[in-house]
């Protein structure tokens, strides 16, 4: 779209362009092109376009992707969006606020990218809501104010390395691409605007836990100026932290790197289990194909020779009916970062069904005082990985604090959405899940 004809729409659509929404229009059309094409987008994905405006990046996906997915929080604008898009099956309008937008209904599409030319009002909460862990996305582009830009990227050290650039560092490659001017949008702003790419992190961090570590770093951020050891919890002793990290113990936040910061949440991190995402000389019951005890064996040897032995899974539903799904960590020697059951685990030589059930929502869901029902029992097969399976149900509406070298992240789902999740991608979740899931019939 030509600047003349973004106008031309605005104008049709009654729209004044705001400050106060951060309404700043893209009229470059070769920037918008440029802007796109860093998405790298196939006809594979689906995208999802936060303030999409009037289209102008919009025109150069349709056709090209397989679902493209609109969120505009201008009510006039979404509704020139259908009008304009009203013959494209693949284009879907949502007048939303991008920063409140249920990002749960977006797993079912993957593959999925983002893009946006964000708001300069609300781009850190559009971000902080939608590209946060767990997210869907295998790829970012976005748009802002380049002093954000610049924040999101900042490296220790920098007035623009905080909390938000270890935020978003701490699951996201961020490399800004391109400055872009402000003649490029209608009406002109004050600053100049910054084109990023966003490209996941691989395996390259420890197991860490995200809201510990998110509390550490703003707490270490409060007052930028002070000595860390100022904010941070009592136990343990700093002294033995900073010895062990390799860190002065007069260091301020603002010099520790991502790693030394992940570390850091590392050693403050109290969980027993947080270094322990299976242990190889566990020893299992061995039973027969009736579930009958034969015998007892060490994990490592029941998992290399398909052994028979006992599972328990349980399916922990809140009061609105989402289901709590966990994303197994990349670390387990079985379905690495697949979805699976609230919880699941192995019992125990010697140990019962439901005690097992019982420990392991304390274990890895920090779940207590809830009795589980028995809803379903699977036999072993290779689907189970040759696990005699007891499904259990449990109603639970508190926090979840799991240990992340078992668990990578955790997402209350609603079964509709977890359905046509299934349906879509059912290469996402552990086939252990799926069987539950298929026999529990819920």
Not at 175 to 193: G, K, N, W, Y
Request: some cysteine; hydrophobic content about 40%.
């Amino acid at each position: 779209m030509t600047g003349r004809e973004i106008r031309d729409m605005l104008d049709h659509a009654g729209v004044l362009p705001s400050k106060q929404l951060g309404q700043n229009f893209l009229i470059d059309p070769n920037m918008a092109r440029w802007i796109v094409a860093q998405l790298e987008a196939t006809a594979e994905d689906t995208v999802v376009e936060v303030g999409p405006g009037t289209g102008a990046l919009s025109e150069h996906l349709v056709g090209h992707v397989r679902r493209l997915i609109l969120i505009e929080f201008d009510a006039r604008l979404a509704n020139a969006l259908r009008q304009r898009f009203r013959d494209e099956p693949s284009v879907e309008v949502h007048h939303a606020d991008g920063a409140k937008f249920d990002g749960r209904t977006l797993f079912k599409h993957r593959p999925l990218k983002f893009l946006g030319n964000l708001p300069y009002s609300c781009g850190g909460a559009i971000l902080k809501n939608l590209l946060s862990r767990p997210h869907p996305f295998a790829r970012a582009v976005i748009m802002l104010q380049k002093e954000v830009i610049d924040r999101l990227a900042a490296t220790p050290g920098t007035k623009d390395y905080g909390v938000l650039s270890l935020r978003t560092q701490a699951n996201w490659l961020v490399q800004p691409l391109r400055t872009v001017p402000p003649e490029a949008f209608f009406p002109r702003p004050a600053i100049d605007s910054c084109v990023a790419v966003l490209r996941p992190r691989a395996d390259d961090l420890p197991a860490f836990d995200a809201r510990l570590f998110d509390e550490l770093i703003r707490r270490g951020f409060a007052q930028r100026r002070k000595q860390l050891k100022k904010h941070l919890p009592p136990l343990p002793a700093w002294e033995t932290v900073a010895g062990a990290l390799g860190i002065t113990t007069s260091v301020r936040g603002e010099q520790l790197t991502l790693a030394q910061w992940i570390d850091l949440t590392r050693a403050y991190d109290p969980h027993p289990l947080k270094d322990c995402p299976q242990q190889a000389g566990e020893i299992f019951d061995v039973v027969d194909a009736h579930d009958q005890l034969t015998g007892t064996a060490p994990r490592g040897h029941v998992h290399a020779n398909n052994l028979l032995h006992r599972a328990v899974h349980v399916l922990v539903f809140n009061h609105r009916g989402d289901l709590l799904l966990q994303q197994r960590s990349r670390l387990k020697d079985v379905h690495p970062g697949l979805w699976d059951s609230s919880v699941s685990g192995h019992l125990d030589a010697g140990e019962d069904y439901p005690n097992a059930a019982r420990r392991e929502l304390d274990e890895e869901m920090g779940i207590r005082n809830v009795t589980p029902t028995e809803i379903a029992r699977l036999a072993a097969t290779a689907a189970t990985g040759w696990e005699h399976v007891r499904v259990y149900h449990a109603r639970y509406d508190g926090p979840v604090h799991f240990p992340c070298a078992e668990v990578q992240a955790a997402l209350w789902l609603p079964v509709a959405e977890l359905q046509a999740w299934v349906a879509a991608s059912p290469g996402d979740f552990a086939s252990g899940f799926l069987a539950c899931w298929h026999a529990a019939g819920l």
